[in-house]
């Protein structure tokens, strides 16, 4: 793969990652082979590449049985990290901020109809954490999938806050994390149990008691500002492009010189 063509994005977008059942299953090689890249990327989206993490996220899933287009899928996100490894994260200032989104009932991956939800929280202008991950349980509509995303962020937040409380080297009374589904926001701070939402999990109303505390705050964003939108679904070239400006991803100095 090192003289492979680049990509500019790490997943295609109209990708399908339905399993083929008709398909013969790979020989040991081509598992390890697999699992392999896989572990290395891990490390590469762990450390500095959030960038990488839904489509990583969503191709672990299959070291079991790497089918073939799984195989070409990982492919091309190798083919991306070529096409970045002059990129960088860039810090400069601002406040602790936090960016919260999901997408309902998965997109190139459809079978059980779980959603996945993403955040990612910046600090000094530039993500410091982030995370992508397959909800546990089936959502029953874009409320309920974003409403999980939103409880599984704030508890993050939670931990994030007293981690810095510890450091003593940040403090602030209030951080704010932004959503732009405006009925799970509502819903957050509504008590009261509505019809179509008396099904949803207990625990997940927890986050109503957090923000009426008053250290944690939901704001709405644009979806076309939403920093967390990369880590909940693949996109094209331009979305992408304007999500990584969002992440403070850019190009450093020794890319720019040689363009």
Not at 152 to 175: G, M
Request: net charge positive; with cysteine; aromatic share 10%.
């Amino acid at each position: 793969m090192e003289t492979c063509q680049a990509k500019s994005t790490p997943m295609n977008p109209k990708q399908d990652l339905n399993r083929r059942p008709d398909e013969e299953p790979p020989n040991e090689e081509t598992k390890a082979r697999y699992a392999t890249a896989i572990g290395s990327l891990m490390y590469l989206m762990v450390g500095t590449q959030p960038d990488i993490a839904f489509a990583l996220g969503t191709l672990s899933r299959f070291m079991s049985q790497p089918q073939s287009h799984y195989q070409v899928a990982l492919q091309r996100l190798l083919r991306f990290v070529k096409a970045t490894q002059f990129v960088r994260i860039t810090y400069r200032s601002g406040q602790l901020i936090g960016y919260t989104d999901a997408d309902f009932g998965g997109s190139v991956l459809t079978e059980g109809a779980y959603s996945t939800p993403g955040y990612v929280f910046q600090l000094a202008g530039a993500p410091v954490t982030w995370s992508t991950k397959r909800q546990g349980e089936v959502a029953t509509s874009t409320t309920h999938a974003e409403y999980i995303g939103q409880y599984n962020t704030i508890l993050h937040l939670q931990w994030l806050r007293t981690f810095l409380a510890e450091t003593q080297l940040y403090r602030s009374p209030v951080t704010n994390i932004m959503a732009d589904n405006q009925s799970a926001m509502a819903l957050s701070r509504n008590p009261e149990f509505h019809k179509r939402t008396k099904h949803f999990n207990v625990k997940f109303h927890y986050q109503r008691a957090v923000l009426k505390a008053g250290e944690i705050g939901l704001q709405n964003v644009p979806t076309k500002e939403q920093a967390a939108d990369g880590l909940t679904k693949p996109l094209g070239p331009t979305a992408f492009d304007k999500f990584c400006c969002l992440l403070g991803i850019e190009a450093s100095e020794t890319r720019r010189k040689q363009t």
